[in-house]
């Protein structure tokens, strides 16, 4: 509500009316669903099908009591601890089944609180498949998500914005391993599982709900591919555009809509600026306005430790160095001297 009270966010209430389905309850997915539970959420339905393991208590989430329980059995149980005005809706399947896939897709349809679609789906799954089943599914609903993911080597991460027929599907730009035509079970080395560390997933989670929150709550700029290198603190983003030969024919089907939809609106009225000419006073007198200080002055004036600033960063104002009195000037010692004398002096020159 301090956002609110700030002028940050117009109506933070509205929050208590949205739904949020959460797909995959694992490191980023379980801290997701703990961070909207907090800030009010009204629905959040949560998808996955493994079962929580005594090697899931790095998850910043899951409790060693809950090891055997399915992770979306145990999230709601404690979501709902803490913060029982949360509707919770748990489905312990794999959505990429044929049989699965078609229920996954009525719950974005119809789950919402209202019984319309849900109003943002987060994919917080770890492997190809889910995601392009989620992308699937997005694209033939028009269902607006946030894709997420974690690197094996656990030391760096990304969200991504996808909008059906507006921004890159999934499968635009799919990963090189896919694109190769390489079986995602050949990337595991055998007798090496995945590193993970909360902090990075932690991170990860933080900019996916704080995205989500921006773009459900209008407010801030959502970002459309953010990237996060852990090694030296790197937040890359970009923007991806669809690919007009997607091989997902839905994406193609809503890239076609988005086109007529902004052909079909009106251009926006240029606004014709007059130039009007500068009107000068009459200077009698040919005065003129300087700068105290020239340009190479004003760009030595930062103090020294001022001097090597990051990129993006500046100061608030510049400290001009101190002038240092220069040896053997040429002054005249006034002191002593009476008007008349000085006047005498000034007739002599």
Same mark, same amino acid.
């Given at each position: 509500?301090?956002?609110?009270?700030?002028?940050?966010?117009?109506?933070?209430?509205?929050?208590?009316? @949205? *739904?949020?389905?959460?797909?995959?309850?694992?490191?980023?997915?379980?801290? !997701?669903?703990?961070? /909207?539970?907090?800030?009010?959420?009204?629905? $959040?339905?949560?998808?996955?099908?493994?079962?929580?393991?005594? #090697?899931?208590?790095?998850? /910043?989430?899951?409790?060693?009591?809950?090891?055997? $329980?399915?992770?979306?059995?145990?999230?709601?149980?404690?979501?709902?601890?803490?913060?029982?005005?949360? *509707?919770?809706?748990?489905?312990?399947?794999?959505?990429? *089944?044929?049989? %699965?896939? +078609?229920?996954?897709?009525?719950?974005?349809?119809?789950?919402? $609180?209202?019984?319309?679609?849900?109003? @943002?789906?987060?994919?917080?799954?770890? %492997?190809?498949?889910?995601?392009? #089943?989620?992308?699937?599914?997005?694209?033939?609903?028009?269902?607006?998500?946030?894709?997420?993911?974690?690197? =094996?080597?656990?030391?760096?991460?990304?969200?991504?914005?996808?909008?059906?027929?507006?921004?890159?599907?999934? &499968?635009?730009?799919?990963? /090189?391993?896919?694109?190769?035509?390489?079986?995602?079970?050949?990337?595991?080395?055998?007798?090496?599982?995945?590193?993970?560390?909360?902090?990075?997933?932690?991170?990860?989670? +933080? /900019? @996916?709900?704080?995205? !989500? @929150?921006?773009?459900?709550?209008?407010?801030?700029?959502?970002?459309?591919? $953010?990237?996060?290198?852990?090694?030296?603190?790197?937040?890359?983003?970009?923007?991806?555009?669809?690919?007009?030969?997607?091989?997902?024919?839905?994406?193609?089907?809503?890239?076609?809509?988005?086109?007529?939809?902004?052909?079909?609106?009106? =251009?926006?009225?240029? =606004?014709?600026?007059? =130039?009007?000419?500068?009107?000068?006073?009459?200077?009698?007198?040919?005065?003129?306005?300087?700068?105290?200080?020239?340009?190479?002055?004003?760009?030595?004036?930062?103090?020294?430790?001022?001097?090597?600033?990051?990129?993006?960063?500046?100061?608030?104002?510049?400290?001009?160095?101190?002038?240092?009195?220069?040896?053997?000037? %040429?002054?005249? &010692?006034?002191?002593?001297?009476?008007?008349?004398?000085?006047?005498?002096?000034?007739?002599?020159?």
């Amino acid at each position: 509500m301090a956002l609110k009270r700030m002028g940050i966010v117009e109506d933070y209430e509205k929050i208590r009316t @949205l *739904t949020v389905a959460v797909v995959g309850v694992g490191g980023v997915g379980s801290v !997701t669903a703990e961070m /909207l539970t907090r800030c009010g959420i009204g629905k $959040l339905l949560l998808f996955d099908y493994d079962k929580v393991e005594l #090697a899931n208590m790095n998850r /910043l989430f899951f409790q060693p009591h809950q090891a055997g $329980l399915s992770k979306v059995e145990a999230a709601a149980n404690t979501l709902q601890f803490i913060n029982p005005d949360v *509707t919770f809706e748990s489905h312990n399947y794999n959505i990429t *089944t044929v049989e %699965n896939f +078609g229920h996954f897709m009525e719950r974005i349809k119809s789950g919402s $609180l209202t019984g319309g679609p849900v109003d @943002l789906v987060l994919s917080c799954v770890d %492997n190809y498949e889910a995601r392009m #089943a989620i992308n699937r599914a997005c694209n033939e609903l028009g269902q607006k998500w946030f894709e997420s993911g974690v690197s =094996e080597n656990a030391v760096s991460g990304h969200i991504q914005f996808l909008i059906p027929g507006e921004t890159a599907c999934f &499968d635009c730009a799919p990963p /090189l391993v896919v694109a190769s035509n390489i079986n995602e079970s050949t990337l595991k080395r055998d007798g090496v599982c995945a590193a993970s560390l909360p902090t990075t997933m932690g991170v990860v989670a +933080g /900019l @996916l709900v704080q995205n !989500t @929150l921006k773009f459900l709550l209008k407010f801030g700029e959502v970002a459309n591919y $953010l990237g996060y290198n852990a090694m030296v603190d790197f937040f890359p983003t970009m923007t991806v555009r669809p690919n007009p030969q997607c091989e997902d024919i839905w994406c193609q089907k809503q890239q076609r809509e988005y086109r007529a939809k902004k052909a079909a609106e009106p =251009e926006p009225e240029k =606004e014709e600026v007059k =130039e009007e000419g500068v009107v000068h006073e009459d200077n009698e007198w040919d005065i003129c306005l300087v700068a105290e200080t020239t340009p190479e002055e004003a760009a030595g004036s930062v103090s020294a430790p001022m001097t090597n600033l990051a990129k993006g960063i500046t100061v608030a104002y510049e400290r001009l160095a101190p002038v240092a009195e220069e040896a053997g000037s %040429n002054t005249v &010692d006034t002191e002593g001297i009476s008007l008349d004398d000085l006047m005498a002096q000034m007739k002599a020159l």
